[in-house]
């Protein structure tokens, strides 16, 4: 390949990118030969050399500046990388005479003109390299500090600065739209703008105590003095990153004059500022001020007496019911941590869940939810109740500190509770990092019997990329998608979809915020499995669900029927699944008459049903208010005909065919469908399609003309298709 064909930066872009303190190379494969593009300043002072120098090392002599025992693991590595576009190496290179340990990791992304390009960062964690040292004080992507170290280098830092007469002040960084950017340019690419924006961090501030919270926060201990202007300077230079993403900070500043807070009252102080500026995008920083001791007060109050709620059971645990949709009956429940605090009184989640998740004590409360939650399945277990599955949210931060495996396992264990009884709700902004891992860790909760969870789908931007990666029981749909809701909306078309694109993947759903009976009844004959909401209970302590009959008025589904339940869940009311048993038959489910049906005892009763099927039930004379309103108790007798047909598909478990069945002066022609069948009560589920109505009623007579239509054509294009196929494989042979 030729070296002229090297793609090349110029002007401004150039001179930026090369200016910067990141420590980084872009480089371009051409042929069998790595060439250079662009070397940041920031890597010649990590590397003690001049651009020149940096760059032919590189391209020609670089192993001969790795260590002999690392030379293969280099070589190993960056093969890889040039292949998948993805590094995370550990080395040790000769630098200024003496071997230094080097942290590298690097992305592959493709130019506007097409040229693909490989950007490595490095870091040097020489002085970090005892592995318990990094795993317990140090973050290895970063190579900063840790929480945990921060607090005693800034305390540190700060007896310093006081000494020499100067203000400290502490800093709270955050990078704004991080997920966004995860979600745009992928991981690979988001870590190295993390890396970017630490590098650019211990530049500016040089010797100050600087640390990685979590995620992509930072937190700086350092001089009031010239402040603003550091903060400005860094917010210039994390623009300057290789990949041209526009990356933005947002810092909140506490000005810590009297030096007597404890420093991570402090931090909290900070980090209120920043979040009062994270969506207003005119504003790069903003100093704690008193309006907003509130807010503080509350945080360090939840922070000052977690742990005596902990002890003296200040924290109760609350059921919020989830009832299935075809029997409108408890068949869940989730559990809620409600803070009952003798000064403040009810503390809502909002203003304790949040500070527990920021200050990584989240764990302690789900673990002891956990506990309450054995105890309570204990209880009723005794009672002789029915049990029903309780799901509990697993904070993401939880599998950053423990194995939270073994940790819920050794609980459930030592309660001898059935692992099908506990659900495991894991929320969806978790799977924006640590892929693999977290799909590895919902395997383990599967494998041992452990149903999981996928919560508030739709409020993140990951959310399709999800559902591809991993494997849930459930998908539980963000509150937001209720709010506003109208049956002639947009949401109505989207939340449609959505339901249906889900099913297919043969997962169960469940919709969140459930106010309204429209909504009740759209959610179920759309599709819906499960749903919760302030329409069908709202959260209550957990005795109040130890008894069959509920508060008001729900009972608990039949345990004993839950696989039966399931499969009815899992069928769509969409003609197209049939095609395999009804010879290619597809029609539209606007217009073709579809509902699933529970027989028993010669009696039927709806379980779901779509507008056209509804549409039919009037036509034919059947209660309007009833079709319309809640089905639940509505049973009707059918034709004998009819009754035969759905008997000899349960029997058979294949279809049937009902022609010309009459009711009101109205012929109908139907398939009938096995869903489900249970023995112990002799009750089965059929999905019924209308095929053909012969009606007097104009707009009945016009769907069934147009529908066999349709049905015709398309038997003819599946006889053209095969006659075409069988001449193509005629003169294969």
């Keep these: 390949m030729n070296a002229d064909m090297l793609y090349e930066y110029y002007g401004r872009e150039k001179n930026d990118l090369e200016s910067s303190v990141m420590p980084f190379v872009i480089m371009q494969k051409l042929g069998n030969e790595l060439h250079v593009t662009l070397v940041s300043d920031g890597l010649c002072k990590l590397y003690c050399a001049d651009r020149a120098e940096v760059a032919d090392t590189i391209e020609n002599s670089i192993f001969t500046t790795v260590h002999p025992e690392d030379v293969e693991k280099v070589s190993s590595a960056m093969v890889k990388f040039l292949s998948d576009g993805s590094l995370k190496l550990v080395f040790r290179k000769l630098i200024s005479g003496a071997f230094r340990t080097i942290y590298a990791q690097g992305s592959s992304y493709y130019t506007d003109s097409g040229e693909k390009l490989h950007v490595i960062w490095c870091g040097d964690i020489t002085d970090i390299v005892n592995a318990e040292k990094i795993n317990t004080y140090y973050d290895k992507m970063t190579t900063l500090p840790n929480m945990s170290a921060f607090g005693v280098l800034a305390e540190q830092e700060r007896r310093r600065m006081q000494s020499k007469g100067i203000v400290p002040a502490i800093v709270y ?38 640390a990685r919270f979590s995620d992509d926060h930072f937190v700086v201990m350092t001089g009031k003095r010239h402040l603003e202007q550091k903060i400005e300077q860094v917010n210039d230079q994390v623009l300057r990153n290789p990949m041209g993403i526009s990356v933005q900070l947002c810092a909140g500043i506490y000005i810590d004059d009297k030096g007597e807070l404890d420093i991570f009252a402090a931090i909290d102080r900070a980090r209120i500022a920043c979040k009062t500026i994270k969506g207003d995008y005119t504003r790069k920083y903003h100093v704690f001020d008193r309006d907003m001791f509130t807010e503080y007060r509350q945080r360090r109050h939840v922070l000052n007496h977690f742990d005596e709620a902990l002890e003296n059971g200040y924290l109760k645990l609350y059921y919020m019911p989830i009832i299935r949709t075809v029997t409108g009956k408890i068949c869940d429940m989730e559990a809620l941590a409600r803070w009952m605090d003798p000064e403040k009184g009810i503390l809502p989640p909002s203003q304790f869940i949040p500070v527990l998740e920021d200050n990584r004590l989240i764990n302690k409360l789900d673990f002891y939810m956990l506990r309450k939650i054995c105890e309570s399945l204990d209880t009723q277990k005794q009672l002789g109740m029915p049990l029903v599955p309780v799901s509990v949210n697993i904070s993401r931060t939880n599998f950053e500190v423990c194995d939270v495996f073994d940790e819920v396992l050794s609980i459930v264990n030592e309660y001898n509770i059935a692992h099908h009884l506990l659900t495991v709700e894991i929320t969806e902004s978790a799977f924006i990092k640590n ?299």
Aim: with cysteine.
């Design 173 to 210: 960084f955050d990078i704004r739209d991080m997920k966004a950017i995860n979600e745009k340019y992928g991981f690979s690419r988001g870590n190295g703008v993390i890396s970017g924006t630490a590098s650019v961090l211990k530049d500016v501030f040089q010797k100050d105590a600087i």
């Design 435 to 733: 892929q693999q891992f977290l799909a590895n860790q919902i395997n383990r909760f599967r494998e041992a019997g452990f149903n999981v969870w996928m919560d508030d789908f739709g409020s993140e931007y990951s959310s399709l990329n999800t559902l591809q990666e991993y494997s849930f029981d459930l998908i539980k749909l963000d509150m937001r998608f209720m709010k506003n809701f109208s049956l002639t909306g947009k949401n109505r078309l989207i939340l449609s979809d959505v339901l249906n694109m889900i099913s297919k993947l043969g997962v169960s759903t469940l919709a969140e915020g459930v106010q309204t009976k429209e909504q009740l009844r759209f959610l179920r004959d759309a599709g819906c499995d499960k749903v919760q909401g302030f329409l069908l209970g709202k959260p209550m302590p957990c005795e109040h669900f130890y008894q069959e009959r509920i508060y008001n008025g729900l009972q608990y589904d039949d345990v004993n029927k839950t696989s039966y339940y399931d499969k009815i869940c899992a069928t769509s009311l969409e003609p197209h699944i049939l095609m395999s048993n009804l010879g290619g038959f597809i029609g539209d489910n606007n217009t073709t008459p579809i509902a699933a049906l529970e027989f028993h005892k010669d009696t039927f009763r709806i379980l779901k049903a779509n507008g056209a099927y509804k549409y039919l039930l009037e036509e034919i004379g059947q209660d309007k208010d009833m079709i319309y309103n809640d089905y639940y108790h509505w049973y009707r007798t059918l034709s004998p005909v009819f009754a035969d047909a759905v008997k000899k598909c349960l029997s058979s478990r294949k279809s049937e065919t009902v022609i010309n069945v009459e009711e009101n002066g109205i012929r109908i022609s139907a398939n009938i469908s096995f869903i489900a069948y249970d023995s112990k009560t002799e009750t089965g589920a059929v999905l019924v399609i209308i095929t053909k109505v012969d009606s007097p009623h104009p707009m009945l007579a016009q769907e069934s003309e147009a529908h066999e239509i349709e049905v015709q054509e398309i038997e003819t294009q599946e006889i053209e298709t095969q006659e075409s196929e069988a001449s193509d494989n005629k003169q294969d042979e």
